[in-house]
């Protein structure tokens, strides 16, 4: 076990592309690290370098107190599992846990002790004499996990370890990644492409955005203090909504009417003419079902919901909406980096299960003013978020990892750092 | 294609078709066998099956006037054969995997040239070979055989493996790198097992081509010494000056056939495809 450290991180390829740009990153001992972002954001490519497979251009990557840039994998100490499993289809799945311990010529009851106790862990006990290609995806799965951990590894590496399983099956290994590290209290990286398994994993995330650091933070405080358009955009399904508004003195006009932040959530906005407005899906309500308490704190507007999905527990609804060219299309830009496609620009609004709202005929809607952003379309930063933090509300400094959210990480994780 | 999908006369078409085939491409084979059991009486009667069966082309061969010729021409044969063979197959398979594996200058180049030494044509060579030879004192010995066939052998040996080694999913290897591996440990314990029914099926390839070969053999020979069984055929007399040793010839071309029926029926389990099955989902 050890702490990883990387210090101003630069992958140049051969043809010039440059992956990862100035990463710097205190993972400490024990915790648990996603690396997450849209595909071609350098989060494998980073994690390529820690663990040796891909050279590091500039920068220092130490491990534990020592520099490991100039270290061939073998020499790191770090277990891996890929996103293809890599299982050696030549060797039963007994040979195929035990190969590291082979390769260290560990003496033959202990490499016995170690897989039992790996396979033992992870369910794998009848499989141990058959070979990869007559298991099923999820008990390949668990054998790459089983090779990862027989070793006593300074830390885990994950290459989008779940992306080839089934939607069912994908939520319990990731429940089983979970539970597993923290049972054994190993550092782990983890490279994901979805969001879900950021959030629901990760002791700290990291938000990567062709190659530059864009947040690192709790699932938490991505969620409700997104730093710009990009990380708000990516963190949480379905996505923040945005809508344009124009400033006027202190009132925003937006297509749904004209607001006035509280002061928790505002920012000095003088000298700017357009902002985006941000809010999460479930910061609107059908304004009939919202209590008398809390509708001062928001505002109430006319909608057209032209598509209603009820899912049970919830329901989403529709709203359709005309935004200004330049906004369409700096919304359409963001929604490209996200690897999605607006085809027009709406609202997702998350309605209370109980809500009898109707399609297709203009609706109240009633929005929480106290969770909403304010964003500069130019830079995509989160206004409100930098007033925040300017006035000391927030007291993590967002978009750089200093050591104080590493700490705070470690000591929820690293309280049961026991090995099997 | 789905046996069925198919109609019963396409079935049918298929099973003419296949038994014109096969008895086109075997027929001379079992002629072959036939005259070997022939009496020299017999061989002109044109008649399919021997009138009497005898031991005769055999024995005479084995262990006859003959014998001294074919024996030591079979030991030629396999020995000279199985060495190149190995040769060629453990260079290929390092060149084969550096093609596979690593980007360098001149990558192409290697294959380019060896497509090219492949499609030379022999006989343009074997006129400079056999004084190159004289001069150098490798006429009429193994080597002197070897090494002309490791350039037939090679180029088609590094083809099949670099084709081979490129489907092997290169994660194998860097999983076996991250697992504590040397470059060497993860070639020899993940790699080379992986790579087993294409060495197979390049070994047979190249095993054959050695064993058919006749320009060389017929060339850079002139004795016993070295002369392989395609090239010592030639030399093989009949009981009189009149007389064509065509049914030792029969009996000489069955027995060095059988080997290689041999080490097909050997290896063909080896020669599994799939074997790689199961590595990597999807």
Same mark, same amino acid.
């Given at each position: 076990?050890? &702490?990883?450290?990387?210090?101003?991180?630069?992958? *140049?390829?051969?043809?010039?592309?440059? #992956?990862?740009?100035?990463?710097?990153?205190?993972?400490?001992?024990?915790?648990?690290?996603?690396?997450?972002?849209?595909?071609?954001?350098?989060?494998?490519?980073?994690?390529?370098?820690?663990?040796?497979?891909?050279?590091?251009?500039?920068?220092?990557?130490?491990?534990?107190?020592? *520099?490991?840039?100039?270290?061939?994998?073998?020499?790191?100490?770090?277990?891996?599992?890929?996103?293809?499993?890599?299982?050696?289809?030549?060797?039963?799945?007994?040979?195929?846990?035990?190969?590291?311990? +082979?390769?260290?010529?560990?003496?033959?009851?202990?490499?016995?002790?170690?897989?039992?106790?790996?396979?033992?862990?992870?369910?794998?006990?009848?499989?141990?004499?058959?070979?990869?290609?007559?298991?099923?995806?999820?008990?390949?799965?668990?054998?790459?996990?089983?090779?990862?951990?027989? +070793?006593?590894?300074?830390?885990?590496?994950?290459?989008?370890?779940?992306?080839?399983?089934?939607?069912?099956?994908?939520?319990?290994?990731?429940?089983?990644?979970? +539970?597993?590290?923290?049972?054994?209290?190993?550092?782990?990286?983890?490279? %994901?492409?979805?969001?879900?398994?950021?959030?629901?994993?990760?002791?700290?995330?990291?938000?990567?955005?062709?190659?530059?650091?864009?947040?690192?933070?709790?699932?938490?405080?991505?969620?409700?203090?997104?730093?710009?358009?990009?990380? &708000?955009?990516?963190?949480?399904?379905?996505?923040?909504?945005?809508?344009?508004?124009?400033?006027?003195?202190?009132?925003?006009?937006?297509?749904?009417?004209?607001?006035?932040?509280?002061?928790?959530?505002? #920012?000095?906005?003088?000298?700017?003419?357009?902002?985006?407005?941000?809010?999460?899906?479930?910061?609107?309500?059908?304004?009939?079902?919202?209590?008398?308490?809390?509708?001062?704190?928001?505002?109430?507007?006319?909608?057209?919901?032209?598509?209603?999905?009820?899912?049970?527990?919830?329901?989403?609804?529709?709203?359709?909406?005309?935004?200004?060219?330049?906004?369409?299309?700096?919304?359409?830009?963001?929604? *490209?980096?996200?690897?999605?496609?607006?085809?027009?620009?709406?609202?997702?609004?998350?309605?209370?299960?109980?809500?009898?709202?109707?399609?297709?005929?203009?609706?109240?809607?009633?929005?929480?003013?106290?969770?909403?952003?304010?964003?500069?379309?130019?830079?995509?930063?989160?206004?409100?978020?930098?007033?925040?933090?300017?006035?000391?509300?927030?007291?993590?400094?967002?978009?750089?990892? %200093? #050591?104080?959210?590493?700490?705070?990480?470690?000591?929820?994780?690293?309280?049961?750092?026991?090995?099997? | 294609?789905?046996?069925?999908?198919?109609?019963?006369?396409?079935?049918?078409?298929?099973?003419?078709? !296949?038994?014109?085939?096969?008895? $086109?491409?075997?027929?001379?084979?079992?002629?072959?066998?036939?005259?070997?059991?022939?009496?020299?009486?017999?061989?002109?009667?044109?008649?399919?099956?021997?009138?009497?069966?005898?031991?005769?082309? $055999?024995?005479?061969?084995?262990?006859?006037?003959?014998? =001294?010729?074919?024996?030591?021409?079979?030991?030629?044969?396999?020995?000279?054969?199985?060495?190149?063979?190995? /040769?060629?197959?453990?260079?290929?398979?390092?060149?084969?995997?550096?093609?596979? @594996?690593?980007?360098?200058?001149?990558?192409?180049?290697?294959?380019?040239?060896?497509?090219?030494?492949? /499609?030379?044509?022999? /006989?343009?060579?074997?006129?400079?070979?056999?004084?190159?030879? @004289?001069?150098?004192?490798?006429?009429?010995?193994?080597? !002197?055989?070897?090494?002309? $066939?490791?350039?037939?052998?090679?180029?088609?040996?590094?083809?099949?493996?670099?084709?081979?080694?490129?489907?092997?999913?290169?994660?194998?290897?860097?999983?076996?790198?991250? =697992?504590?591996?040397?470059?060497?440990?993860?070639?020899?314990?993940?790699?080379?097992?992986?790579?087993?029914? !294409?060495?197979?099926?390049?070994?047979? /390839?190249?095993?054959?081509?050695?064993?058919?070969?006749?320009? $060389?053999?017929?060339?850079?020979?002139?004795?016993?010494?070295?002369?392989?069984?395609?090239?010592?055929?030639?030399?093989?007399?009949?009981?009189?000056?009149?007389?064509?040793?065509?049914?030792?010839?029969?009996?000489?071309?069955?027995?060095?056939?059988?080997?290689?029926?041999?080490?097909?029926?050997?290896?063909? @389990?080896?020669?599994?495809?799939?074997?790689?099955?199961?590595?990597?989902?999807?």
């Amino acid at each position: 076990m050890a &702490a990883i450290t990387l210090k101003d991180i630069n992958k *140049r390829y051969g043809d010039g592309f440059h #992956a990862v740009k100035d990463v710097s990153l205190d993972i400490a001992d024990g915790e648990f690290v996603i690396l997450v972002g849209p595909s071609g954001c350098g989060k494998s490519t980073l994690l390529r370098m820690i663990v040796g497979l891909e050279d590091i251009t500039s920068g220092e990557l130490r491990i534990g107190d020592e *520099r490991v840039n100039e270290k061939a994998p073998r020499d790191r100490n770090l277990s891996m599992v890929f996103q293809n499993y890599a299982l050696y289809p030549h060797l039963t799945v007994y040979e195929n846990i035990a190969f590291p311990l +082979r390769l260290a010529k560990t003496p033959d009851k202990e490499v016995d002790e170690r897989v039992r106790r790996a396979s033992d862990l992870l369910e794998l006990d009848e499989h141990l004499d058959r070979k990869p290609a007559n298991l099923s995806g999820g008990q390949r799965q668990r054998v790459a996990m089983g090779r990862a951990i027989v +070793r006593e590894a300074q830390a885990f590496l994950f290459d989008e370890p779940l992306s080839n399983l089934d939607a069912k099956l994908r939520g319990q290994m990731r429940t089983e990644i979970s +539970r597993l590290q923290k049972r054994l209290g190993i550092t782990t990286v983890y490279v %994901t492409h979805d969001q879900v398994e950021a959030m629901t994993l990760g002791d700290r995330v990291v938000v990567l955005r062709r190659g530059v650091v864009q947040q690192v933070d709790s699932p938490r405080e991505l969620y409700e203090n997104p730093v710009n358009l990009f990380v &708000a955009g990516f963190i949480g399904s379905p996505p923040m909504n945005f809508i344009s508004a124009t400033v006027v003195g202190d009132q925003l006009h937006t297509p749904f009417g004209e607001w006035t932040l509280p002061a928790s959530r505002s #920012a000095d906005l003088s000298g700017r003419e357009v902002v985006l407005l941000g809010a999460r899906p479930e910061a609107f309500e059908d304004a009939s079902v919202v209590s008398d308490t809390v509708r001062d704190h928001g505002v109430t507007f006319d909608a057209t919901i032209d598509v209603i999905e009820w899912l049970g527990n919830e329901q989403y609804a529709y709203v359709p909406y005309e935004a200004p060219e330049d906004i369409r299309a700096r919304l359409a830009e963001l929604e *490209r980096e996200l690897d999605s496609e607006a085809l027009r620009t709406q609202l997702v609004v998350a309605l209370d299960a109980s809500s009898r709202v109707p399609e297709g005929r203009p609706a109240k809607l009633w929005l929480d003013l106290r969770r909403v952003h304010v964003f500069d379309p130019e830079s995509g930063d989160n206004l409100t978020v930098k007033a925040m933090s300017a006035r000391g509300e927030r007291v993590v400094d967002a978009g750089a990892a %200093t #050591a104080a959210p590493a700490g705070e990480a470690a000591a929820e994780t690293g309280e049961t750092p026991t090995v099997p | 294609m789905d046996e069925q999908q198919l109609s019963r006369g396409t079935k049918a078409w298929w099973w003419v078709a !296949g038994v014109v085939v096969i008895v $086109y491409a075997l027929f001379p084979v079992a002629w072959i066998v036939s005259l070997s059991f022939k009496t020299p009486s017999d061989l002109a009667n044109l008649q399919f099956l021997p009138t009497n069966w005898v031991w005769d082309n $055999y024995d005479n061969i084995l262990a006859g006037d003959a014998q =001294d010729l074919f024996l030591s021409a079979l030991r030629n044969s396999i020995g000279i054969s199985l060495i190149a063979t190995f /040769i060629s197959v453990v260079l290929a398979t390092f060149c084969a995997y550096a093609i596979a @594996r690593l980007d360098f200058p001149g990558k192409r180049l290697i294959l380019t040239t060896a497509l090219a030494v492949a /499609i030379f044509p022999v /006989i343009s060579i074997v006129t400079p070979l056999f004084n190159l030879w @004289r001069n150098i004192g490798l006429y009429d010995t193994w080597p !002197g055989l070897i090494i002309p $066939y490791l350039s037939l052998t090679l180029p088609i040996s590094i083809w099949t493996l670099s084709a081979f080694f490129r489907q092997i999913p290169w994660e194998l290897e860097q999983a076996a790198q991250v =697992d504590g591996a040397t470059t060497w440990q993860a070639f020899r314990k993940v790699i080379v097992p992986l790579a087993t029914p !294409g060495v197979f099926t390049t070994a047979i /390839i190249s095993f054959f081509i050695a064993w058919n070969d006749f320009v $060389y053999g017929i060339s850079l020979t002139s004795t016993e010494a070295a002369r392989p069984v395609p090239a010592a055929l030639a030399f093989f007399t009949g009981a009189s000056q009149f007389e064509e040793p065509t049914g030792a010839i029969a009996a000489a071309a069955v027995v060095v056939t059988i080997p290689v029926v041999i080490l097909v029926l050997l290896f063909q @389990r080896r020669i599994v495809s799939g074997l790689t099955q199961g590595a990597v989902k999807g």
